[in-house]
């Protein structure tokens, strides 16, 4: 799969600078086959930027983020990562931890935040009564890496056909 980014003039902004990386994961339901595909593009291919999509079983794109490669291929800030894509795409977007909302902390009524006692640090992103429909939905977690252990983790929300920040987190 290539990436060309072009400006309107026709010229070359950014391309491919290694063949992409991909993996499948069942994250917009229990048997989707989505793919997640992380490639390095730029002027610069020394410097590349990563570019991370989601797409469904079509190929259609559902989510997309982009970060400099310096950081996503550094094995110290993500020591798993190897210092590959496809290390930066286990480390940076992690489909594959078996993680659903289920896991979450519980968040009860009448309480100003969720009673965390597994993170550092925890944020919520959504309101209450969303974040307990979800937890209850027992929905697949994707992780968006921040380096070292923080991150970001987002659902498929079928209802808007979008994926939905959910929480912040530090160990």
């Not at 291919?45 to 989510?63: N, Q, S, T, V, Y």
């Not at 996503?72 to 210092?83: F, I, S, V």
């Amino acid at each position: 799969m290539l990436t060309t980014l072009i400006f309107a003039s026709g010229v070359a902004m950014a391309a491919p600078c290694a063949p992409a990386h991909s993996a499948t994961a069942s994250l917009t339901g229990p048997k989707a086959k989505n793919t997640i595909v992380v490639e390095a593009i730029g002027p610069d291919c020394k410097a590349p930027m990563l570019l991370a999509k989601i797409l469904d079983e079509k190929g259609r794109p559902l989510f997309a983020k982009v970060a400099p490669g310096k950081d996503m291929l550094n094995t110290e800030l993500y020591p798993g990562g190897d210092g590959t894509l496809a290390g930066a795409q286990a480390m940076w977007m992690d489909a594959e931890s078996g993680m659903t909302t289920a896991d979450l902390p519980v968040w009860k009524k009448g309480a100003k935040a969720p009673a965390n006692k597994t993170y550092g640090a925890f944020e919520t992103k959504v309101g209450r009564d969303y974040y307990e429909w979800a937890r209850k939905a027992k929905l697949p977690v994707l992780i968006e890496r921040g380096g070292g252990e923080s991150g970001t983790m987002y659902i498929w929300d079928s209802r808007s056909s979008s994926f939905v920040e959910i929480a912040g987190y530090a160990v």
